[in-house]
Nanobody
């Protein structure tokens, strides 16, 4: 079993900042890609940012220049620093990790329960 636990969500005013964290635990040999997705009410889940094990990153156009994804491989943890937040960033943010449980096995996607981010004055 692999567990992903997110933290750091909350209520923030427009222009403010939040830092999300997601720690993976359980049977883990390695984690290749880690990512953050978000889902707003009535909308599909969308990719916000991703990072590979060697640090290559990718971002949705809507968050480029405002959000930064990073990871601590030793702690199996991924972070999302969110600056200059806008009301349209309001959503439940989910952590995703592609976990290989043993050598030779294909990575399997795992998801956290999500953390609510609300941007409002």
């Amino acid at each position: 079993q692999v567990q992903l636990v997110e933290s750091g969500g909350g209520l923030v005013q427009p222009g403010g900042s939040l830092r999300l964290s997601c720690a993976a635990s359980g049977t883990i040999f390695s984690i290749s890609r880690m990512a953050w997705y978000r889902q707003a009410p009535g909308k599909d889940r969308e990719l916000v940012a991703s990072i590979t094990s060697d640090g290559s990153t990718a971002y949705a156009d809507s968050v480029k220049g405002r959000f930064t994804i990073s990871r601590d491989n030793a702690k199996n943890t991924v972070f999302l620093q969110m600056n200059s937040l806008k009301p349209e960033d309001t959503a439940v943010y989910h952590c995703n990790a592609a976990v290989r449980k043993a050598p030779g096995l294909w990575p399997v996607d795992n998801w956290g329960q999500g953390t609510q981010v609300t941007v409002s004055s």
